[in-house]
Structure formats: structure tokens, C-alpha cells
């Protein structure tokens, strides 16, 4: 009999993915006044919602970083708009409840553990009806998805932003 090497479980999603995770869109944009607003803009007549965003700004150019409502729709709209822009993954977990308000060290040594590095991390805004939320951008989605699905975090996916 031969015995397994890793027997741990990989969470499946509704998309067929072995990973839960949530799509990142970084879209480049020049660093000048406005172009935040004219890029916001773009999605005013649209069912696409932002959840989450964040901007690194540059002498030339600046990244804004979002997770959208549905990020098939949201690179139509961006192409659609001759905006450039990467796609990357991230993990999206719900921020757990505890008495001491330390939900967040509880994910960084779940992770910390596993030897999964964290590139950064920042809010998700959620269904009114969920907890708080933020999207980790890691070097190892599938590794850290397993970590804090195995300590019982609530990770979420696309489907849970829709």
C-alpha cells in the first residue's frame, strides 16, 4: 500500500476552481488630477460595483487596485474604455469575531505558520449581512486558502460578492 503524501482536502468552489479567491484588477492610470474620478466614472452606468480600493501612486502613473462585484464585466467595461490593466488573485476571508478585536493577528499567524508570505492586505466592503472582510494578496493563494480554511475561516469567493 502506498501512502499518500499531503491528504489534507482542498476547499472547491462554485467555479471549479480548487481555490477560493477573489479577482484583482490593477489598473494603470497617469498621476495627475482627476484620473481617479474619470476612471470611477467609467463605471457610473454599469451593475458593477466596487468593493474594495486601493491606490499606489508614482511620479508618472498611478495603480488603483480594485476587487469589483464582478470582475468579468468590470475588464469588459475598463477595455471597452481603452484602460490597461492586470488581473491578479487574491484570498478573501471574513474577519472573525473575537472578544479582543485580534481577528486580523489571528489570519497573519494562521498564514505565518504555513510560511505564506502576505504582499498586502486591505478592506473589502461586504453584504450588510456579513462580517468584515478584507482581500490578502499572498505568494501562495492555494496554500493560504487551505491554512485558514483548516483553522475555520470563512473564505469567500466571487459568487459571495455578487
Known amino acids: 500500500m502506498f501512502a499518500m503524501a499531503n491528504t489534507r482536502e482542498k476547499p472547491i468552489t462554485k467555479r471549479g476552481r480548487d481555490t477560493p479567491c477573489v479577482r484583482q484588477l490593477s489598473v494603470f492610470v497617469e498621476n495627475r488630477v482627476g484620473a481617479l474620478a474619470s ?3 467609467i463605471f457610473e452606468h454599469s451593475e458593477v460595483r466596487t468593493l474594495a480600493l486601493t491606490v499606489m501612486q508614482g511620479v508618472d502613473c498611478a495603480i ?3 476587487v469589483f462585484s ?3 464585466t468590470a475588464a469588459d467595461v475598463l477595455r471597452q474604455n481603452d484602460y490597461r490593466f492586470s488581473v491578479c488573485e487574491l484570498v478573501a ?3 472573525p469575531s473575537t472578544a479582543s478585536g485580534q481577528g486580523l493577528a489571528r489570519i497573519g499567524k494562521a498564514l505565518l505558520s504555513a510560511e505564506v508570505d502576505i504582499h498586502y492586505v486591505y478592506g473589502l466592503i461586504t453584504d450588510p449581512h456579513r462580517s468584515a472582510a478584507v482581500v490578502i494578496h499572498v505568494d501562495n493563494p492555494a496554500l493560504a486558502s487551505m491554512v485558514l480554511s483548516e483553522e475555520h ?5 466571487e459568487n459571495d460578492l455578487r
Open 153 to 157: 475561516f470563512v473564505l469567500l469567493d
Open 70 to 72: 464582478d470582475a468579468d
Open 93 to 95: 476571508v471574513e474577519m
Open 39 to 41: 476612471l470611477m466614472g
Open 64 to 66: 488603483v487596485r480594485f
